[in-house]
Nanobody, 127 residues
Framework: QLQLVESGGDLVQPGGSLRLSCAAS????????IGWFRQVPGKEREAVSC????????YYSDSVKGRFTASKDIAKNTAYLQMNSLKPEDTAVYYC????????????????????WGQGTQVTVSS
């Protein structure tokens, strides 16, 4: 059974760090593009980062570039999002997603590319 399970969300002070995990089961995560997105109530889902499955190139939105680092551990079948220098505006529910139609393909920063999503994990940045 396919599952994506995010974890690692927490309450953190501005300037702090968190590492989110996206553990996959039921498929090999390395074969598919992975997207990281976030959403606050009343707003559209926003792209954070994505990882190609073709060449493992990683892309970031301008709002997180230089502060967030996406990666994946093939042996653990898990993707990660390391978030540093967190700001209050980073507060959101964070989701990982995969595009099962793009086997060994390229990722994108639009939510509609992805067809399978995890349940999300809450990140709150506040003093």
């Amino acid at each position: 059974q396919l599952q994506l399970v995010e974890s690692g969300g927490d309450l953190v002070q501005p300037g702090g760090s968190l590492r989110l995990s996206c553990a996959a089961s039921g498929l090999t995560l390395d074969y598919y593009p992975i997207g990281w997105f976030r959403q606050v109530p009343g707003k559209e889902r926003e792209a954070v980062s994505c990882i190609n499955s073709s060449d493992r190139r990683i892309y970031y939105s301008d709002s997180v570039k230089g502060r967030f680092t996406a990666s994946k551990d093939i042996a653990k079948n898990t993707a990660y999002l390391q978030m540093n220098s967190l700001k209050p505006e980073d507060t959101a529910v964070y989701y990982c997603a995969i595009d099962r139609a793009a086997l060994l393909g390229k990722c994108g920063l639009t939510p509609r590319q992805y067809d399978y999503w995890g349940q999300g994990t809450q990140v709150t940045v506040s003093s």
